[in-house]
């Protein structure tokens, strides 16, 4: 018999159709340990067609996500984002390139998928500089509020 793992908070995504194609490309995206844990599908009492797909619970860097074929009565919003810190410039643009394919650049680090998904894509190192006194917090973030891509050599030389 295997142990349930219960977790206090999973982030619980709501997709029109596309829950396990975007689950898929999400672990493409993010590599290494990144997997699909299960698949649910719909029963005859629905809301969803019988044998289509219901829910994708899937890793990312250790982080579990729910994803659900809910329809197409909400859709995402930039209210909630997820935020990925990168270690350096390659790592950013990496994560901005494949993240934001189909989709659309955002300003300040910020982009929506092709889904409709809101991410940040910012150096792991940005709370360091923006804590690093009130002139260079200021500098770091008046740089910030210029770019769309993060460019890590300028914020640290703001």
């Not at 698949?39 to 019988?50: D, K, L, V, W």
């Not at 390139?97 to 190192?125: F, H």
Request: aromatic residues 10%.
């Amino acid at each position: 018999m295997t142990a349930k793992i219960t977790r206090k908070i999973t982030p619980f995504l709501w997709f029109d159709s596309q829950a396990e194609d975007a689950a898929n490309h999400y672990i493409s995206v993010f590599g290494g340990d990144s997997h699909i844990v299960g698949i649910t599908h719909y029963a005859a009492s629905g809301p969803g067609e019988t044998g289509s797909v219901m829910t994708v619970e899937f890793v990312l860097a250790d982080q579990h996500f729910t994803a659900l074929n809910g329809g197409p009565q909400f859709t995402f919003t930039e209210a909630i984002s997820l935020s990925v810190a990168c270690e350096d410039q390659e790592e950013i643009d990496r994560f901005w390139t494949r993240l934001g394919e189909g989709g659309e650049e955002g300003p300040c680090g910020w982009l929506k998928d092709k889904y409709g998904l809101s991410w940040q894509i910012v150096p792991a190192e940005l709370p360091e500089l923006l804590g690093s006194g009130a002139e260079k917090s200021d500098r770091v973030m008046a740089a910030v509020m210029g770019m769309k891509k993060l460019d890590l050599q300028t914020l640290r030389d703001a």
